[in-house]
């Protein structure tokens, strides 16, 4: 049952992946000047500024009378297909590793590790959904977003990736998914 459990959650959390791909692409190629959007700025952080310029980019750039890309970004991008991404993908990396623990009979050792593992997805879920509520809410508001908002926004971002990538499997799922949807360069 468990394992059946990790599947399901893959097949959601790749249609939930793949729901955004065109949207983001869309909104990726409006950036310019050195914008990046939150979630890819793992490594070097970003701070309140960085989302006030993006949020203000985003606004400029309307869709129709009455969505602009930041609207995009927010809703169906945020919410809701990345809050179902994270939530899918951390309940298939905890279901499969506790499965595996199981089926093998797992002790000492091992068993920990597996467990450590089970619980970095799971944390990663935690840190992806909270990082997706915090955006929502700062960028729905821009210019009321405090340093100390964008720093706690950065962190969660960052705490998201360094579980993602000790929970193994999130990390394997979703670079596997990003493989799959790069954008193929165009020609001059």
């Keep these: ?14 249609s939930a ?8 692409n869309r909104i990726d190629q409006s950036l310019v000047d050195g914008l990046v959007i939150p979630e890819r700025s793992v490594l070097e952080g970003y701070d309140s500024d960085d989302l006030k310029k993006l ?18 970004y927010i809703r169906p991008v945020l919410i809701w297909n990345d809050i179902i991404f994270a939530v899918a993908l951390a309940t298939f990396s ?3 590793w506790l499965w595996i623990t199981v089926c ?17 997805a799971v944390l990663y879920g935690v840190f992806d959904l909270s990082e997706d509520i915090t955006l929502v809410r700062l960028l ?16 969660l ?10 929970s193994l499997t999130c990390a394997i799922v979703f670079g596997i998914l990003l493989l799959m949807t790069k954008p193929k360069p165009t020609r001059g």
């Design 104 to 120: 093998l009979g797992l002790s000492g050792w091992p068993h920990g590790l597996l467990l450590v593992f089970a619980a970095c």
């Design 55 to 72: 949020a203000k980019h985003l606004k400029a750039h309307r869709l129709d009378d009455q969505r602009t890309l930041l609207d995009l």
């Design 17 to 24: 992946f793949l729901r955004n791909v065109a949207p983001r």
């Design 140 to 155: 729905g508001d821009c210019a009321a977003i405090s340093e100390w908002q964008g720093q706690v926004a950065s962190l």
């Design 1 to 14: 049952m468990i394992l059946v459990l990790s599947l399901a959650s893959l097949a959601v959390a790749v």
């Design 94 to 96: 905890a279901s499969l």
């Design 157 to 166: 971002t960052r705490l998201k990736a360094l579980t993602n990538g000790v």
